[in-house]
């Protein structure tokens, strides 16, 4: 481990002082070595966590997406910044920070790394990191695909290694920063430890999104959209909605028509093209969930379709009759189970969307955008999606508030977090000699 984080500052030292266009061609190659063995990368994904497989090549060619648009934006993002003021110059230096522990989760094993990588590596950082001990596979081939590239050992690396010597690491000096994709708990201890010695950290937990109906929603448009943002990945995702809220003039028509195509989801083998809803990637997380469905039922929730848990397969399930107080209501339900709330009207449906700790996203469903455009300050999320699932996309910043954590990933803002930005001020009372200091 500590070799491993030496080579790291050793490699920071030459590779901070590349330019953007060497970095970009090196993720060029990143992302045209991902296209060519998508298949491979694809079926490694679905052998290790149960991913189908059209979810799983999905995965990879967003993976070579965002190594494509950083290789395009990143000089742009972190060039020199001028500011105007009593100096002859003064801007601002975006600068590298060195090494980033990433500390990451299973559910989206390839995408979740690169998201982080791609901006990390073009902004001259060098990365290390620690994966899910159920995807050792994925871990160790990203790191074999970033080294075939082009990028020279050490500026990325690949550590299997135990939560105890996650948290050594996290307290020597030459590890700069760390950023965090998982639960709130394991967010809340690695953000403690990196507190203790003072790291930058980027934290994107849980989320609790709501998906809300409202009474002029098109339902032949949201239908498709609402089944696929419950149920997509088999309901493992942080930004998957996990509770469905809908007015009640509404509800009895949105509730048959989800229904009906919820049970149009095929079960099966992951790596036949044909399923549409896999198993769960562990037995002991497919348990957790049948808990908290049973809480619920225990608390007056109702099973309209589903419920039934056999090791890592979990029917598609939809449960009615609850309130804001039932476990699936209240806590991070990672499956596919699909709480439905009757909301008396608008303003009810608004007000339950926002009763959370979490604050990763919210969807709203209506005709009229404009009204809830007026309304955002009422969504603490870090995302507002309307007529459409929250979902990530290099062009946009990604990431929470509350316990869904802090910090940006993705798009200008997600470069520069672990980034110095260093205010750089001169007076003379002369002109400089060369004004080709900046970048």
Known sequence: MLQALQRADDRFNFWRHTNFDERADLMYQLARLLKKQKRALAELITQEMGKTINESVAEIEKCAWVCEYYAEHAGDFLKDRIISTDAQTSFIRHEPMGAVLAVMPWNYPFWQVFRFAAPALMAGNVGLLKHASNVTGCALKIAELIQQAGFEEGCFQTLLIDHDLTAELIKQPKLKAV?????????????????????????????????????????????????????????????????????????????????????????????????????????????????????????????????????????????????????????????????????????????????TRYGLGVTVCTRDPETILKQLHRFPDGAVFINELVKSDPRLPFGGTGISGYGRELSRPGIKEFINQKTVYVKTGQRLRNDNFMV
């Not at 959209?225 to 949105?254: H, L, M, P, W």
């Not at 497919?286 to 589903?306: H, P, T, Y």
């Open 179 to 355: 950023t965090v994709t998982g639960s709130e708990a394991a967010g809340r201890k690695i953000a403690a430890k990196a507190g203790k010695n003072l790291k930058k950290t980027v934290l994107e937990l849980g989320g609790s999104n709501a998906f809300v109906v409202l009474a002029d929603a098109n339902l032949d448009n949201i239908i498709n959209t609402a089944v696929t943002a419950r149920f997509q990945n088999t309901g493992q995702s942080c930004i998957a909605a996990k509770r469905f809220i809908v007015e009640a003039s509404i509800y009895d028509e949105f509730l048959e028509r989800f229904k009906n195509k919820v049970e149009q989801l095929k079960c099966g083998d992951p790596m036949d093209e044909a399923t549409s809803l896999g198993p769960m990637a562990r037995a002991d997380l497919a348990e957790e969930l049948a808990d908290q469905l049973q809480r619920s039922v225990q608390q007056g929730a109702k099973i309209l379709i589903g419920g039934e848990q056999s090791k890592t397969r979990f029917q598609a399930t939809i449960v009615t009759n609850v309130t804001v107080n039932t476990p699936l209501m209240q806590e991070e339900t990672f499956g596919p189970v699909a709480p439905v709330f009757k909301a008396k009207d608008d303003e009810h449906a608004l007000k339950v969307a926002a009763a």
